[in-house]
């Protein structure tokens, strides 16, 4: 049993692909609890979604009944409920006006309703859809704007440049994460692979995915010509991989932009966005951490929608 | 039991990563007899190569004792014996002076020797070493020469620009076909999917990837977003993210050589030389089927080292 917390305002609600983190959240927007479950989207057992709400925020809920926000995969086909997504240039007042209302009822049967936020999609110049479920709330909660671009590391990478006021102007997904995994995991690349750190392998690899992004599918492959031809050692693969991946994030960034400013922001882990910040360092670009709140951008959309004072 | 060959000249043994097919050829290089088993070097248990090599050329060789000449993975490192690497220019003559020697007994404990063909390595301008192993010997054997282009689609395949007398100028391996095997077995792409094909897709796919070839980690996404959006049926997305991984080497190719011929040759099975064939049609470039046989480029070889009658 928690202490009650009379100051709760609302309950922020990260609901991700593998995980649901929930916070509960002051009238000043201040964490006061958290709680986290590995209850994610795909975890979820014959739709039966209320369960790992339930089992993370019921206790709250009976105390203070306060409105729900929610972002992330569980607006997905795959989630709760689909909800829509925004075409760019997104904002975050546009959002606030669709969040998608779900309701449950918690072990007392009272009714409440989980309200979750779009999703953000754009088209590239080749006409390509690109969406992301997640990703923009924390980039709304980041208050960045004026053509400040920001990546969000990770499974499927999000680089976004946002307009002057605070809004999503255009992102692209890489598949940096996965495409990684699956080569040193199931690939035969991870085969000539032992576990080891070399940030010189990095670096070089960054370099050779930024010039040859134009040759991904040829220079990935380098990953194991180099261990085949002894000029980087077994340990030093992996680094190398990684940085050649992230090069060609790099590249493509720069190629489809024109420019990349000499400061870009990181959204994410740490170690996560310490790999990036090196990659960048690389091509001397300087890597600045977002330092809001995890938090930030539900509470931010809550207020937005109205559903706590501003 | 055979019939006995007394025609018999050469057994020539194509000895990959999963198969080992060997032939028995006449004195006129023409096929006598052919077996195979699952014996390829990454089945091997213990180093015992003999094993598999006799159980499929034991009885040729008590009947006629000929050379036994081998190309492909037998000859790497996982292999029976590494065999060097020849630089690009190759030459088929400079191989002939260079086949590693593995002796082993039949089971009548006689000595023979298995004859294995050097690989070919080049650099290409980002200074990234290539390799190859087996599609040196088909390329050979093909005859091709003078600017020649030859596409040996596979697992890891490869493009091969052919010098003025047959030597091999230079060439490039993409990891197409494991990407498209990790992406679609392992990873999140293979979700969307159903059986099915769709030419147009392919095709659509195939523009994509050689116009956008510098930004491949995110185009291959939209095989996801495509699924998502409802811009591509369940059924379509495979030969889509197909038709982009192809695509991705005909745009790469195309900036790495400045050009490519009217003309491009295919040497390999016939469903992935369709495939490729498509791809090269909806980017105007005509397909040619190499018509050498599989056993051309060892017979070659073993003309070129003197093991029999030119």
Redesign the interface.
């Given at each position: 049993m928690t202490t009650p917390h009379s100051n709760a305002a609302l309950i922020a609600v990260d609901w991700g692909t593998t995980n649901l983190r929930a916070y509960l959240l002051s009238v000043q927007g201040k964490i006061l609890d958290q709680r986290s479950c590995p209850g994610g989207v795909m975890s979820v057992q014959d739709r039966n979604f209320e369960a790992p709400l339930l089992s993370v925020v019921g206790e709250w809920l009976m105390q203070s009944p306060v409105p729900l926000i929610a972002a992330g995969m569980i607006g997905s086909?795959q989630g709760w409920r689909e909800a829509p997504y925004l075409p760019c240039p997104a904002r975050i007042d546009v959002a606030a006006k669709q969040l998608t209302a779900v309701p449950f009822q918690d072990v007392a049967g009272k009714t409440h309703q989980l309200l979750i936020g779009a999703g953000v999609?754009c088209r590239?110049d080749?006409g390509?859809?690109?969406?992301m479920r997640g990703e923009e709330t924390q980039l709304w909660g980041s208050e960045l704007s004026d053509g400040a671009v920001c990546i969000l590391p990770g499974?499927?990478c999000k680089w976004a440049w946002m307009g002057r006021s605070g809004e999503i102007q255009k992102f692209?997904?890489?598949?940096?994460g996965?495409?990684f995994a699956?080569?040193t995991?199931?690939?035969?690349l991870g085969r000539l692979m032992k576990p080891g750190q070399d940030i010189e392998a990095f670096k070089r690899g960054v370099l050779?995915g930024k010039?040859?992004?134009?040759?991904?599918?040829?220079?990935?492959?380098?990953a194991r010509?180099?261990g085949?031809?002894g000029?980087l050692a077994a340990e030093s693969l992996s680094d190398y991989l990684s940085g050649i991946?992230i090069g060609?994030?790099i590249?493509?960034s720069l190629?489809?932009a024109g420019a990349l400013p000499a400061q870009i922001n990181l959204i994410g882990d740490d170690e996560l966005c310490m790999r990036y910040a090196q990659a960048l360092q690389a091509v001397n670009i300087q890597a600045v951490r977002s330092q809001s709140e995890a938090t930030a951008g539900l509470w931010k959309l809550a207020q937005s929608a109205g559903l706590v004072r501003s």
């Open positions: 086909r999609q590239d080749s390509l859809h690109d969406v499974t499927h692209r997904t890489y598949m940096t996965e495409l699956l080569l995991k199931h690939g035969i050779l010039n040859d992004s134009a040759h991904a599918s040829h220079i990935i492959f380098s010509t180099a085949l031809m000029t991946l060609l994030e590249g493509s190629k489809m």
